[in-house]
C-alpha cells in the first residue's frame, strides 16, 4: 500500500501555480509518454464526448466490470467511520451522479444511526432525477436530502460541511487549484474532504489525451492533486486501493455493450469510429488473461483532506 503524507508546511510549487490549467499542463516531469502506438492517439484524438444515455450506460458497465467501487466503499467503512462522532453529517457531494456510490455510503452511515444532510450536485437534470429515485426511499428522520443542477463551478452556498466527497469528479474541473481550494473553505474545521483519483497508469492513458482535446485540460490524476494541495499548503494524506477492471466484454458478441464498456474507458465515444479495432487490440495486448477474462489494473488514490 502506497501512502503519502502532506503537513501543508512544504515550500510553494510556483511553477504549478494557483491561476488555472495552463500552468499544470507544464508540468509534466511525473506523467508519463503515451505508451501505445501512435496510431491509437490518433484515434482518441477524434473520438466526440460520450454524453447522455450512452455516459450513462458505460458508466453502469464499467462500474459491474470493476471490484474498485467494493473496496473504496471497505476503505471508507475501516478508515473513515470510525473517525465520525455523533454530530450530524453535513455531506456535500460534488458530481454526485445517479448516486451509486452515495447511498450505499449513506445506508453506512445510518446503520451507525448517524444524522445526515445531504446535499448532491451534478450538471446533469436526468442523472439527478435518478439520483433523487435512489435515496427517497431512505430520506426520513435521519436523512434530508437536497439535490442542485449545478456543477462545483457555479455552486455558491453560505453553508459549511463537514464531510465532502469526490469520486472521480475533480476531473472535469477547468482549474484544479482554484476548486480544492473553494472545497477547503466551503469545509468546517474538524471536517474531512475525501477525494478518489486514478494514476498516471495504463488505463488512464486513454482519457488522457481525450480529455484534452474535447475539454481543453488533462484529466487531474493523482500526482496533479498531489502538486495542488502542496501549492495551496492543504494538508492531505493519501494511499493507494489496488483494484481490476475486466475488460472482457469489450471483445463479446454483444456489439452495444461492447461499445458502452469500450466508450468509458477512453472517456470519449468511439461508437461510430473507424478504427476502433485498434483500440481494442492495445487494450488485450496490455491485458492479463485470466482463464477467459481479461483484466487490467485499476488501481485508484484516496486522498483524505482534514481541516483542523
Request: hydrophobic share 40%.
Amino acid at each position: 500500500m502506497t501512502r503519502h503524507v502532506n503537513n501543508g508546511a512544504s515550500a510553494r510549487h510556483s511553477r504549478f501555480g494557483l491561476t488555472g490549467p495552463d500552468d499544470m499542463l507544464d508540468d509534466t516531469g511525473e506523467t508519463s509518454d503515451f505508451p501505445l502506438d501512435p496510431a491509437v492517439r490518433d484515434i482518441l484524438k477524434i473520438c466526440p464526448p460520450l454524453e447522455g444515455d450512452r455516459y450513462r450506460d458505460g458508466q453502469l458497465l464499467f462500474r459491474r466490470a470493476s471490484n474498485q467501487q467494493t473496496l473504496m466503499l471497505a476503505w471508507l467503512e475501516e478508515h473513515f467511520l470510525p473517525q465520525l462522532g455523533a454530530e450530524t453529517i453535513r455531506f456535500l457531494s460534488i458530481g454526485a451522479g445517479t448516486g451509486i456510490f452515495d447511498k450505499q455510503l449513506i445506508q453506512a452511515f445510518l446503520s451507525k444511526n448517524l444524522r445526515i444532510h445531504y446535499e448532491g450536485l451534478d450538471p446533469n437534470q436526468a442523472v439527478l432525477y435518478l439520483l433523487e429515485n435512489s435515496l427517497r426511499p431512505l430520506t426520513g428522520e435521519k436523512l434530508a436530502v437536497t439535490v442542485l443542477l449545478s456543477d462545483f463551478e457555479s455552486y455558491q452556498t453560505l453553508e459549511k460541511f463537514n464531510f465532502i466527497l469526490l469520486v472521480h469528479t475533480h476531473y472535469f474541473f477547468y482549474d484544479l487549484c482554484q476548486n480544492l481550494q473553494k472545497a477547503w473553505d466551503l469545509l468546517e474545521g474538524g471536517g474531512s474532504i475525501i477525494l478518489f483519483s486514478a494514476l498516471d497508469i495504463f488505463l488512464s492513458q486513454f482519457f488522457n489525451v481525450t480529455f484534452q482535446c474535447n475539454f481543453g485540460h488533462p484529466p487531474w490524476l493523482s500526482h496533479h492533486v498531489q502538486k495542488a494541495l502542496m501549492a495551496l499548503k492543504i494538508p492531505f494524506h493519501s494511499e493507494s486501493i489496488h483494484a481490476v477492471l475486466d475488460i472482457s466484454t469489450c471483445f463479446g458478441n454483444d456489439e452495444k455493450t461492447a461499445n458502452d464498456l469500450l466508450n468509458f474507458i477512453i472517456h470519449a465515444d468511439v461508437t461510430n469510429i473507424y478504427g476502433k479495432d485498434i483500440l481494442l487490440a492495445c487494450l488485450k495486448e496490455n491485458a492479463v488473461q485470466e482463464n477467459d477474462r481479461y483484466l487490467l489494473p485499476h488501481t485508484v488514490d484516496v486522498f483524505t483532506i482534514r481541516k483542523p
